[in-house]
């Protein structure tokens, strides 16, 4: 069971970047599937999850409108578009899978705690 995250890098302010988390080991399909952040000396921070079987798609409403996460489910893999993205976007990414259905079960969507399987993370630095 595993998460890869990928295609974070450099970015203009403006600019956009779609990140990808494929899964091995199981459906993305069948579980909620996060994302989060972390900057340098602050905590992890939610932005986005999408609910197992398409239950629906959450945002933090610091990114709602330039954010949108989705789900390819023959590549096995889970998208999150950043648009007109900001130097306050500046951090490491990380996707997480909720495989114990924590989140099926009380639809708490933002809370670390409630995923058990994580990505390694992948830069995003926004600068000029």
């Known amino acids: 069971v595993q998460l890869q995250a990928s295609g974070g890098g450099l970015a203009r302010p403006g600019e956009s970047l779609r990140l990808s988390c494929t899964a091995s080991?199981?459906?993305?399909?069948?579980?909620?599937i996060g994302w989060f952040r972390q900057a340098p000396g602050k905590e992890r921070y939610w932005l986005s999850s999408i609910a197992a079987r398409s239950l629906g798609e959450y945002y933090s409403n610091s990114v709602r409108g330039r954010f949108s996460i989705s789900r390819d489910s023959a590549k096995n893999t889970v998208y999150l578009q950043m648009n007109n993205l900001e130097p306050g976007d500046t951090a490491i990414y990380f996707c997480a899978a909720d495989l114990s259905l924590l989140t099926y079960s009380n639809g708490i969507y933002y809370q670390p705690g409630q995923y058990d399987t994580w990505g390694q993370g992948t830069q995003v630095t926004v600068s000029s």
């Open positions: 080991g199981f459906t993305v399909k069948d579980y909620a």
